[in-house]
């Protein structure tokens, strides 16, 4: 008897001596591409990120797996290809094709935490759906929060746009006179330190917050004081667009639209400016939130993400904003700190937004459902040259009833769905459009990091070709369901309503 109650006596000092499990910090931009200073941008201020990847791990290689804002946070909440997910566009959620899949934070909530969401985490359009629940999964929350600022409420009279009275799908801009704490991100960040707060309070309950910010997607809205750190005639204009597009197969500009014709250069520079404002005025945000988690003592237990749904493009090949499936649409920043995760490290293996629902389940000892389609990224994290499975996947799809509203007549084809697949390792990006018949692109980015030189039809490189389209192909068959049985999607007809504020 004195035996077992010895045993028991240890056994219960070390459940209470055992470490509490980690909270989880997920903050997310919108429309954001790797313009930051700890990416390396020449102009971009982005301090309080630039702070939170010396903490912890910078990933460069990191993709989305659909750069549009619906397929790709719905695949990144689900651990599932968007072939799987049966999202394939905006205007849908998980729920209505896999209804009974676990989300990423649902799975939190079910082993304990508190799982709260601040704006954007689902799919929302921008900027009407500011202040309500857009596309959200309620199973997914015990708490939702949905500010609306000055940016949503008061300034859009005043917002230049190439279409007049069109935001969330076109290229639209203003500098604001209402300050940080009066915008919706600001709103939002400051709903975060309050939700933080009384977290810190409840120190056995852990917490998975998740923060989705508004900026810097189109309308670029942001107070002028982020305006006046990027003056405008020093904004950088991408040139020799139409001998770069000489190469290209035509659905690599599918993603171009109408409206965009008529940019000049000094629209071009205003663009970019507003662009530039916007990310420096989330990264403020952003750092409300960090540092209120270092005030209140949480950060030693609590693993931060900052992502984006997708890149954007500024000019680059002749495009603007995303759906392609270049460096610049595809590639999203990835930072991760916290305990366990080194600091200070550069991952450069590729990696998906698809692999942060098998990371985090894994580093937070969260049960999660067997069907996940990526990786953990936990042994990148406490060792960084390691790479994982070596590659990463990311695709569009055009024609079909997919293409969207102002895009190019080029990103069609007689009404057939055409998908397209692009491997990036860490030497190359592979894209082929329909399993290579509609077109291919190689690029070399040790020595073109840009990639202006499409290699796909160079002898000297058939071999790689080869080892390149075998993988792609097997990576993109294995995106579907293993049990075989695929989402129905819905008709073209029924998403068109959809298609035009993404």
């Not at 990696?351 to 999660?368: E, Q």
Request: net charge neutral; glycine share 10%.
């Amino acid at each position: 008897m004195k035996f077992f109650l010895f045993v028991f006596t240890l056994a219960t000092l070390a459940t209470a001596h055992a470490a509490p499990r980690p909270n989880v910090l997920f903050l997310i931009a919108d429309d954001l591409n790797n313009s930051l200073g700890c990416y390396g941008h020449p102009l971009v201020k982005t301090p309080n990120l630039d702070k939170l990847a010396a903490r912890g791990v910078r990933f460069e290689k990191a993709a989305c797996q659909f750069p549009l804002c619906g397929p790709s946070r719905n695949s990144m909440l689900t651990g599932l290809y968007p072939n799987s997910s049966g999202i394939l566009t905006n205007g849908q959620v998980f729920r209505q094709t896999i209804p009974t899949h676990v989300s990423l934070p649902q799975a939190f909530r079910q082993a304990g935490y508190f799982a709260a969401r601040i704006g954007k985490l689902y799919h929302y359009n921008v900027p009407k759906s500011i202040g309500t629940n857009g596309h959200d999964d309620p199973g997914s929350w015990e708490l939702e929060l949905n500010p609306a600022g000055a940016d949503r409420m008061q300034d859009e009279p005043n917002i230049f746009s190439l279409l007049p009275g069109n935001f969330g799908g076109t290229l639209s801009w203003y500098a604001s006179p209402s300050p940080d704490e009066k915008h919706t991100d600001g709103l939002m960040a400051r709903d975060a330190a309050w939700v933080l707060e009384r977290c810190a309070r409840d120190k056995e309950r852990p917490f998975f917050l998740a923060l989705g910010f508004f900026r810097p997607h189109t309308p670029y809205v942001s107070p002028k004081q982020w305006f006046e750190g990027y003056p405008v005639g020093q904004m950088p204009v991408v040139s020799g667009v139409e001998e770069d597009q000489k190469d290209l197969p035509k659905h690599a500009l599918g993603s171009q639209k109408q409206e965009q014709e008529t940019l000049t250069d000094d629209l071009r520079r205003q663009a970019v400016q507003a662009y530039f404002a916007a990310i420096s005025f989330m990264d403020a945000q952003a750092g409300v939130v960090l540092d209120a988690l270092d005030k209140l003592g949480l950060s030693q237990n609590t693993i931060v993400v900052f992502t984006s749904d997708h890149g954007y493009h500024l000019g680059e090949h002749g495009l603007w904003q995303k759906q392609s499936l270049f460096e610049e649409s595809a590639r999203v920043p990835l930072l991760m700190a916290g305990p366990g995760i080194t600091k200070g490290g550069v991952a450069k293996a590729p990696v998906g937004l698809i692999d942060l629902y098998p990371t985090l389940a894994d580093l937070c000892g969260v049960k999660a459902p067997a069907n996940l389609q990526g990786q953990s990224l936990a042994p990148i994290l406490k060792d960084t040259t390691q790479m994982g499975r070596g590659w990463v996947l990311s695709q569009v799809v055009r024609g079909g009833g997919f293409k969207r509203a102002g895009a190019s007549p080029a990103a069609g084809d007689n009404g057939r769905r055409i998908f397209g697949y692009s491997l990036r390792t860490p030497r190359w990006r592979y894209t082929e459009w329909d399993e290579g018949r509609e077109g291919r692109e190689l690029y070399d980015h040790d020595a073109d990091p840009k990639e202006l030189t499409n290699l796909a039809d160079k002898a000297d490189h058939a071999a790689t070709i080869t080892e390149l389209s075998g993988k792609i192909q097997t990576a993109a068959k294995a995106t579907f369901p293993a049990d075989g049985v695929t989402p129905k999607l819905q008709e073209a007809s029924m998403w068109a309503p959809n298609l035009t504020d993404p």
